[in-house]
């Protein structure tokens, strides 16, 4: 049993985040907004992705997780825990990673309604012996730069009267046209009558 258990840490820190970025996961941009589309694949950034280091279903469920809890969720040193987190503040299960044709693994969510605080991917890797690990760890020295993701507030919902300034100028709008078709009228008449 233990054994087993030393070959599965042995697989998680060879999965583990990597300098050379093999399934680590980045995010598409830095900053997004409740509601707003991203997308996170293997690699260090965007124009960086990686082809995912194991053949076949990658068998990897992604979470998004708050950067302040990753030291909590993971085991002591940042080595890979042997549970699959449970979901709740802070972390919010995306979905299971794809392989595109070309290898990257991918996928995309909808940023949920959460706190504005850093976020990074946690994944929960089955054929790596059952471990979680992050791609961003704020205890190490990588750079955090395409690993985290900054939700900032929703942008505030329009407020009554946001629309009177456009009504004015529709009004204004109007105004000068009939003055200008009444000077038009004006002076058709004027070179009617004249002889």
């Known amino acids: 049993m233990r054994l087993a258990a030393a070959a599965g840490a042995l697989l998680a820190l060879a999965w583990a985040p ?16 409740p509601g707003d589309v991203v997308q996170v694949f293997t690699g260090l950034g965007v124009g960086r992705e990686t082809v995912l280091s194991s053949p076949g279903d990658p068998g990897i469920t992604v979470y998004l997780v708050r950067v ?5 969720l993971l085991g002591v040193g940042g080595v890979p825990a042997e ?5 709740g ?6 979905g299971a990673l794809s392989r595109d044709a070309a290898g990257v693994g991918r996928l995309s969510f909808v940023v949920p309604d959460v706190e504005p605080v850093p976020y990074t991917t ?3 890797c089955v054929p790596c012996g059952g471990t979680f690990v992050t791609s961003y760890d704020p205890r190490s020295t990588a750079a955090e730069q395409g690993l985290v993701l900054r939700v900032s507030r929703p942008a505030p919902p329009a407020e009554e009267g946001d629309g009177l300034p456009l009504v004015g100028l529709g ?3 109007c105004v000068l046209l009939a003055v200008l078709a009444g000077a038009v009228v004006v002076r058709r008449r004027r070179t009617a009558v004249a002889p």
Do not use: H, N, Q, Y
């Open 171 to 173: 009004v204004g709008v």
């Open 122 to 124: 946690g994944l929960w």
């Open 89 to 94: 503040d802070g972390v919010i299960l995306l």
């Open 18 to 33: 990597s300098a050379a970025g093999a399934d680590v996961l980045a995010f598409d941009r830095a900053v997004a907004r």
């Open 83 to 87: 549970r699959e987190p449970e979901t």
């Open 68 to 72: 302040d809890l990753v030291e909590s």
